[in-house]
């Protein structure tokens, strides 16, 4: 009872919410689509998958009849041992080319499902890099992470055993059934009495067989969304000592999750169980009934073997056949959530006839813009400013005041509301997305370092340079110094978002990143932030060098960055409050007045 209300606590405690599985009728829609994606294979690997298909079912429906009708009936039955040993070589010959055409269906199979894999997992991750900051404002990297990895994992075994299966068990069933109706219709009657009893049971079970996969899948993302979460926030955890609460947090949505698979592996098992007992039932009739026919001479002991075999097989293929209608449960459940994303249209895209800007000269305009990121709380309120080509624009104000929502509009990670922003008087959203924002750099507070060399970091937004231009850009924003101390200079390996280097080392290895780039717009928010008072020194002096001939937007709380700008922008909750340069401001003695003198009181007090 404790260990629940505990649990019930910590539940409480992270919000903890539980997944709702929707409930949906099959959609053979959605999986003739899951299908498109073995098309481009349908001219080399599918054909040559089905052809060993043919040849395999071929084999296994001619040699019941060979080795029963024949073999006992003709060959033995009139003790002609020429044709007997003929025949033997003929079952011998056909099992070999079976075991071949399975041989090669395997590898042919194997090659085609990793290939639409493949195809699949790089289709879904391009599509992911296309979408909107809104996209991602609404997800956690845990949640696609599972869509990229883990749903698609779950298609390999549909797409390199399931698929090819189904076509041959397909042939097989029907096959066996004419074969069988040929051969005795009244004893494949009375055998085949017992089947709409086995399709009324499987089908009520598929249905739960279906939700509980669906479960699996919601179960999954959650334990991967809470890991990443975990991991990436392991120092904050610590900080706090929320070891204890995170580790019986995780041991419950590990145990939800162990849970839902238990649940869906366990009715899994049960079909087949189902089809072995009505194949004992079909046994049963057989041998009571058959035995009946051949006293009374309605069919022969060769008829009757060749029967068995037969009866032997149809329950194989509706066995596996049950098996692949679980694989297609799984697909859906997990095709269901790619295609969510896949479906997901970016908010943010351009037109067919978007122009292309070669040479940007960076004038930049916004006349009577809005926008909200959630449609209940404005971020900006009709604000209009223009700032010039090869200007230096500061903007200034409190947390939420519509700084950071200024920049976004300008790299266009978003779209504005009402309203329009202007690049070299055109509309942004006439502009060529790649070709506004490959001449735009954008130098965040909380730098983003990848896995590789330094040299590799400080090359990402400019692949094309040479050695030394990206030496010359470390040197220009005062990094090559810290850069030639390290092991291995340039060619150091640093590990995700750079935890070996310190945070004033991060934000110079993003200024020399976003400088090599050769931007005509150059956004700085709140990138001076995270540096020591002598590394600012040496920034701001490179600064004024590199900045001529671009325009800068710089947002800033630390007011003394900002002095020299051409224009400094005072916001206040996504209003312009005030508009000049540093000394007009200070004249006015308003809001920059006041936030200036806030900050050499609390320097003083300091």
Known sequence: MKEREEKSIIKERFHYSTDQVIEKPFNWQQMWRLFSYMKPYSKNLLPLAVITVLLATAVRLIAPIIIGVYTLDHAIGNKDMNLLMILVGVIGGLYTLSYVANIFRIRWMNMLGQNIIFDLRKHLFTHVQSLSHRFFDQRSAGSILVRIMNDINSLQELFTNGVINLLMDFLLLIGIIVILFTLSPELTIAIMIILPIMFFISTNLRKKIRRSWQMVRLKQSKLNSHLNESIQGIRVTQAFTQEKENIEFFDGVNTENYDSWRDATRK????????????????????????????????????????????????????????????????????????????????????????????????????????????????????????????????????????????????????????????????????????????????????????????????????????????????????????????????????????????????????????????????????????????????????KELLKGRTAIMIAHRLSTIREADKIIVLDHGNIMEEGSHHQLMDQKGIYYELVKAQYRMLDVG
Do not use: C
């Open 268 to 543: 899994n098992a049960m079909f087949r169980p189902i089809v072995e007992m009505t194949n004992a039932v079909g046994s049963a009739i057989l041998i009571w009934y058959g035995a009946t026919l051949i006293a009374n001479g309605s069919i022969t002991i060769g008829v009757f073997v060749s029967f068995a075999f037969y009866l032997g097989m149809f329950w194989e293929p509706i066995s596996r056949l049950g098996q692949v209608y679980n694989q297609l449960l799984m697909g859906m459940a997990s095709s269901e959530r790619i295609f969510e994303f896949l479906d997901e249209k970016p908010i943010v895209s351009e037109t067919e006839d978007a122009i292309h800007l070669d040479e940007m000269k960076g004038h930049i305009e916004f006349k009577d813009v809005e926008f909200s990121y959630d449609e209940t709380r404005t971020a900006l309120n009709k604000i209009s400013l223009t700032i010039n080509a090869g200007q230096t624009v500061a903007l200034v104000g409190h947390t939420g005041s519509g700084k950071t929502t200024i920049a976004n509009l300008i790299s266009r990670f978003y779209d504005a509301t009402n309203g329009e922003v202007k690049i070299d008087g055109n509309p942004i959203k006439d502009l060529a997305i790649s070709s506004l924002r490959s001449q735009i750099s954008v130098v965040l507070q909380d730098t983003f370092i990848f896995s590789g060399t330094i040299m590799e970091n400080i090359r990402f937004g400019s692949p094309d340079a040479s050695d030394e231009e990206v030496i010359r850009a470390a040197k220009a924003v005062g990094a090559h110094e810290f850069i030639s101390r390290l092991s291995n200079g340039y060619e150091t390996e640093v590990e995700e978002r750079g935890n070996v280097l310190s945070v004033g080392e991060r934000q110079l290895l993003s200024f020399a990143r976003a400088l090599l780039a050769d931007p005509k717009i150059l956004i700085l928010d709140e990138a001076t932030a995270s540096i020591d008072t002598e590394t600012e020194v040496k920034i701001q002096r490179a600064l």
